[in-house]
C-alpha cells in the first residue's frame, strides 16, 4: 500500500516534539523542602498521563544501568566526634513520649537529646503510644535501652524513671518544631525552663525535609549526629527477626540473581489526598502498584529479582506486580512463624514497621513509592553505611538507565547524613 509522504513528515514531527518534551521534563524525585510529606519535585506534567507498553519487552531496556547500580558501594567515615563530657550536675527534667512510628522516633529522639544536652537536663526514658488509644509500651519493650544510654554517656545524663517528688509537679508542656534549633531553645524553652526545671516536649511535624540546616553550634550538630545515627537501636530480640527475614529474602535472591529489592508501597494510602497529583502543584506523593511495576520494566530490573514490599498481607493489587516479578514478598510470606502473632496485628503497627526500616535499610538497592519521613530516614541510615542505592520512581522520563533516577538526596549529596557521614 502506498505511504502518503505528508503522513511520514507528520509522524516524524511528532515524535521529534515527544523527545524534545522528554528532554525538557526534570526527573521526579522526593525531596521537597517544605511539604516533603505530600508530594515530590515539581515535574512540570502529570506523573500518571505517562504510560508504558504492557508488552515492553525486558530487553529492550538498559540492563547494564542496573548492575552498574547495584554494585555501588561507597566507603564513608563519621565527619564528628563525640561531644565533650559534661561535668556539671543535672538541672533538671525534659520528658516526651515517641509516637507515630518508628520513622518519627528517630526524630523525636533527637530533637528530645539535642534540648536536653543544651539545657543542661537529664532525659526520662520515654512511653512509646501508638495510634489506638491506651496502646502504649515502655521504651525498653521496644528499644536497646542499655545501647541508648552507653551512646549517650557523658553526653546527656539518662534516667527510666522521673523521681517521686519531680512527678508529683506538672511539667510546662512545649510544644517542638521538628529539628529544634539553638535559636527556639534558646528563645523558648529554656526561659520557661529555668523557671520550672520540668519539661514535656511535643515534638510537632510540620515538614519533614531532612536537608542539613545552616548551624554554628558544633557540639549539638554532634549530639543529633550521635542521637541519629548512634542510639536508637532495636531491642536484640526484634533485630533478629528482622535479620532472619532479610536472610531469608537474601536466601531466596540467590536462586535466582542474587539481589534484593526493598519497595515501600503502601496500598492502604493510595486513596488518601495525600497520594493524589494536583494540576496546581504538579506534585506526586505516592506510586500505585501499576506505576511501580511500570518504573521497575522501564529501567530494567530483571524480572528475577527478588523484591521485598512494606506491605503486611497480600493485596490484589499486587497481582500484575507479582505475575511480572514472581519473587515478590510481603511480610508475611518472610516473616518466621513464630513471630507473626506478635508484629502482624494491628495494635503493633510500629513494630513492623520498624521490621521495614530495618530491611529498607540493608537491602541492596532501596525504592521509596512514598514521600515521607520513612524513605529520609531510610537513606540516612543507608548513607551511614555506604548503601547510596536509591532510586525514585518516576514515569516522566524516557529514560531507561537506573541512574537516571537516583534519589537527589544521593545525588544532590543534600540529605544532612552527608553532615555527619563523609
Known sequence: MAVDPRQVVAGFLT????????NMIKHDHFSSPVTEELALEAT?????TVKLDNNAEMNSV???????????????????????QKNQPSNGFVTFSLTMGPEYHISQITDAVVVARYLGATLVLPDIRGNELGNKR???????????????????????EIPDEVSAKNPAVIRVPNRVTESFITDTIQP???????????VIFSSVSLRPKETNNKDLDATACLAMFSGLELKHEYSEVA??????????SKKSDGKVLAIDLRTDLLEKKSCKTTRGARRKGCYNPEEVLAFLRNVGFSANTTIYLTET??????????????????????????NKGEFLKSSN????????LEICSQSDVFIPAVAGLFYGHVTGKRIASGRTQIIVPSQSSTSTHASDFISTYISNKNHLAYSCYC
Not at 44 to 48: A, D, H, L
Not at 349 to 356: E, S, T
Open 15 to 22: 515524535l521529534s516534539m515527544f523527545v524534545m518534551l522528554g
Open 44 to 48: 512540570g506534567v502529570e506523573s500518571n
Open 62 to 84: 538498559d540492563m547494564a544501568g542496573v548492575e552498574d547500580l547495584m554494585d555501588a558501594i561507597e566507603d564513608v567515615k563519621p565527619c564528628w566526634t563525640k561531644p565533650s
Open 138 to 160: 515502655k521504651f525498653q519493650d521496644m528499644y536497646n535501652v542499655d545501647k541508648f544510654v552507653r551512646s549517650l554517656d557523658g553526653v546527656v545524663e539518662v534516667i527510666e
Open 192 to 202: 520557661i525552663f529555668q523557671k520550672n526545671k520540668y519539661l514535656r516536649l511535643a
Open 243 to 252: 535479620r532472619k527475614m532479610l536472610d531469608r529474602l537474601q536466601e531466596l
Open 313 to 338: 498481607w497480600w493485596h490484589k493489587g499486587l497481582n500484575d506486580l507479582k505475575e511480572e516479578f514472581p519473587n515478590t514478598y510481603t511480610k508475611d510470606d518472610i516473616m518466621p512463624a513464630e
Open 349 to 356: 503497627a510500629d513494630l513492623a514497621r520498624a521490621l521495614d
